[in-house]
C-alpha cells in the first residue's frame, strides 16, 4: 500500500508540474491567439466591405453581425455564419447591403474533405478569389440556394449547399429581426 | 433526438467515415494486429468498449470541467490520462470478474491506450457535438453512438483485412512486398471501396 | 562519432515511417499537402526533442511500474503547448492540421521513443536521437506529401505544376495515401534488399 501512495504522489506531482507549465503557456499565449483572431476577422470584413471604415459588432437573436459604417453613413451588415458541412462545422463572414444583397463573403474555417469538399474555398490559377463564392457576390441572400443562381462544385456538392443554404438562412432570418 | 440520427451517425461511422480507411485512426494495431481473424475481432471488441466508454467519461469532462471553467486547453491531457486509467482500470476489473472474457480480449487492453482511434473518437465528438463552446442537442448521445460506432468501424475492417491476409498467407508475394507493403496496398484497396458510400451526409 | 549515430539512424536505417512503421495516422491524414506535412513535421519534431529530454531527466527518479502514465503526460504538455503555440503564430496551419495537432500525443513513434532510447539514455544522447527521428519523420512526411499533392491536384506547396495535366483525385483521398506508402515501403524494402546482396 505504500508503495501504491508513493507512485500515486509521483504521478501527482507531475501532473501538477504539467498543468502549471501548461497554465503558463496559455496566460502567455492567451491574447497573441486572440490578436491573431481578431486580426484575421478585421481582414475579413475589410475584404468583403472595402468601402466602410468601421465595424460595430452587435448580436440579434444568435446572430453575431458587424454593421458597416463609411463615417455616418450605414453600408451594410457583415453576418457571422455557421454552416454544417460534410466534416464539421464552417464559419463564414457574408457582407450584405441594407437590401440583402451580398457584396462579398469570406470562409474563414472549414474541415470539408481535401480535394473535394475544400474546392468550396479554392483559388485557380491566375484569379484572386475562390471562383465558387464569386458566383454569390450581387445576388439576394434570402432568395439563393443550389440550383437556383448557385451552381454546385462537382463531388462537393454538400459542402456547396451547407454553404448556400447557412447563408440564406442566416440573413432571412437576421433581416426579418431586424424589421422587428 | 429520434433514432433515425442514431442510425445514420452509426452507419456513417462505420461505412461513410470509417475510422481506418478514411480518417486513418487506428493504423497501427490495424497494420500490427489483423494476421488472424480471431485476434482481430477480439482487438475489435476491445476497442470498441474502450472507444464507447471513452466518449461518455470525456464528454462528462468536458462539458462539465473544462469547459465551464475555461479549461479548454487541458484537453489533450485530461483526455489521455482519463483513457489511459480507465483502461488499467478495465483491465485490473475484466481480470478478477470475468477471467473468461479477460482472455479474450484482455491481452489487448494496454495495446488500447496508445490507439489512435480511442483518442481520436474523443476529440472528434468535442469537435463535432460542440459549437461555439456549447454542446449541441443531444450531444451527449450522439457522442456514445460515434463512439461505439467508431469501434464497429474498426472491428469491420479488422475482421475483412485479417480475412484477407490469412489467404495471402498462401500467395507468392514477391518479396519486397511481403507483410506490411502489400497490407496497404490490400488497405488501399479497401478504402477505395469504402469510398463508395462517402457523398452521403447525414 | 558514435554520438553521431544516434542521429543518423533516425533518417535512413531505423527510419520511423518507412523502416519501424510507426506513428502513421498523421503520417497519412495530413499529407495532402506539402505545407501540412512539413508543419506536421516540425510540430512533431518539437514534440519527441522535448519528450525526450524530459524522459531522460527523469529516468532514475520514476518508478518501473508508473513510468508509462508519467511519459504520457510528459508528451501531452508538450502536445499542448506546441498546439498553442501553433495557434497564436500559424493559425492558418493550426486549422488545416486540426485534430491532428492533438492527436500527437497517441502518436506511437512519440512514446515509443520515449519507452526504447529514451528512458535508458543520457539527455544528449536522447536529444540526438530525437532530433534524428523527427528530422526522419518530416522528410518522410514531406516525400509523402509531395507525391499526393502533386499528383492528387497538380500542384506543389500550391503552386500549380502544370495545366495541362488532370490530376487522378483519388491520389489525395484515402486511398492515394495508403497505395502511396505501401509502393514506397516496397521500394525502399527492395532498395535495401539490393543494396545488402552487393
Not at chain 1, 501504491?4 to 503558463?24: Q, S
Not at chain 3, 519527441?48 to 527523469?58: C, Q, R, T
Amino acid at each position: 500500500m505504500n508503495q501504491m501512495t508513493k507512485f500515486g504522489l509521483m504521478l501527482g506531482i507531475i501532473c501538477l508540474a504539467a498543468t502549471l507549465v501548461l497554465a503558463f503557456t496559455y496566460e502567455v499565449t492567451r491574447p497573441i491567439i486572440a490578436a491573431a483572431l481578431y486580426r484575421e476577422e478585421q481582414e475579413a470584413l475589410k475584404a468583403i466591405m472595402p468601402e466602410a471604415d468601421l465595424f460595430k459588432p452587435g448580436t440579434v437573436g444568435d446572430i453575431k453581425y458587424f454593421e458597416a459604417m463609411n463615417g455616418p453613413a450605414l453600408v451594410g451588415y457583415c453576418l457571422k455564419v455557421t454552416g454544417s458541412g460534410y466534416g464539421g462545422y464552417m464559419h463564414i463572414i457574408v457582407g450584405i447591403d441594407t437590401g440583402g444583397v451580398i457584396k462579398g463573403l469570406r470562409i474563414l474555417q472549414h474541415m470539408e474533405t481535401p480535394g473535394l469538399g475544400s474546392k468550396i474555398n479554392e483559388i485557380r490559377l491566375g484569379e484572386s478569389e475562390p471562383y465558387f463564392l464569386k458566383q454569390f457576390i450581387g445576388k439576394n441572400a434570402r432568395t439563393i440556394s443550389v440550383g437556383n443562381g448557385i451552381d454546385a462544385i462537382t463531388g462537393a456538392t454538400i459542402s456547396s449547399k451547407a454553404v448556400t443554404d447557412a447563408i440564406n438562412k442566416t440573413v432571412t432570418e437576421f433581416m426579418e429581426k431586424m424589421r422587428q | 433526438m429520434d433514432l433515425s440520427t442514431y442510425i445514420t451517425i452509426i452507419i456513417s461511422t462505420i461505412f461513410i467515415n470509417n475510422f481506418i480507411l478514411s480518417r486513418f485512426l487506428g493504423l497501427c494495431s490495424f497494420i500490427g494486429v489483423s494476421k488472424n481473424t480471431l485476434p482481430s475481432v477480439s482487438m475489435g471488441l476491445a476497442v470498441t468498449f474502450v472507444t464507447t466508454m471513452a466518449s461518455i467519461i470525456t464528454w462528462l469532462i468536458y462539458n462539465y470541467i473544462l469547459l465551464p471553467y475555461n479549461l479548454e486547453y487541458l484537453r489533450t491531457l485530461s483526455f489521455i490520462l482519463v483513457i489511459a486509467s480507465f483502461v488499467q482500470f478495465a483491465e485490473i476489473v475484466i481480470q478478477k470478474k470475468a477471467p473468461a472474457l479477460y482472455k479474450v480480449f484482455g491481452i489487448y487492453l494496454p495495446l488500447i491506450t496508445v490507439n489512435c482511434a480511442v483518442f481520436g473518437a474523443a476529440v472528434l465528438n468535442t469537435d463535432v457535438f460542440f459549437l461555439h463552446g456549447h454542446a449541441v442537442p443531444g450531444s451527449f448521445m450522439k457522442s456514445l453512438i460515434q463512439g461505439f460506432g467508431a469501434g464497429a468501424g474498426f472491428t469491420l475492417a479488422m475482421l475483412i483485412m485479417s480475412g484477407i491476409r490469412e489467404r495471402l498467407e498462401y500467395a507468392d508475394v514477391p518479396r519486397s512486398m511481403k507483410d506490411i507493403p502489400i497490407t496497404f496496398i490490400i488497405a488501399s484497396l479497401m478504402s477505395m471501396a469504402f469510398l463508395g458510400f462517402s457523398g452521403f451526409k447525414i | 562519432m558514435k554520438m553521431m549515430g544516434e542521429f543518423v539512424k533516425g533518417l535512413w536505417r531505423e527510419n520511423p515511417t518507412f523502416r519501424i512503421v510507426l506513428g502513421l495516422c498523421p503520417t497519412l491524414a495530413v499529407s495532402t499537402s506539402v505545407s501540412n506535412g512539413i508543419g506536421m513535421g516540425v510540430a512533431a519534431t518539437f514534440v519527441l526533442v522535448g519528450s525526450n529530454i524530459f524522459v531522460s531527466l527523469i529516468r532514475g527518479i520514476v518508478p518501473e511500474k508508473v513510468r508509462i502514465p508519467c511519459f504520457i503526460v510528459i508528451i501531452a504538455t508538450f502536445v499542448t503547448i506546441v498546439d498553442l503555440l501553433m495557434k497564436a503564430y500559424a493559425p492558418a496551419l493550426s486549422r488545416s492540421l486540426g485534430m491532428f495537432v492533438p492527436l500527437i500525443v497517441v502518436n506511437c513513434m512519440v512514446l515509443g521513443r520515449a519507452e526504447a532510447f529514451a528512458s535508458k539514455a543520457p539527455p544528449f544522447k536522447s536529444i540526438l536521437d530525437a532530433l534524428g527521428m523527427g528530422i526522419g519523420f518530416t522528410w518522410a512526411l514531406i516525400l509523402i506529401s509531395a507525391i499526393r499533392e502533386s499528383l492528387g491536384n497538380g500542384t506543389i506547396l500550391g503552386i500549380t505544376i502544370s495545366r495541362s495535366f488532370e490530376p487522378p483525385l483519388f491520389m489525395i483521398l484515402a486511398p492515394g495515401a495508403l497505395l502511396t506508402i505501401g509502393i514506397l515501403i516496397a521500394l525502399i524494402n527492395y532498395l535495401t534488399m539490393k543494396w545488402k546482396a552487393k
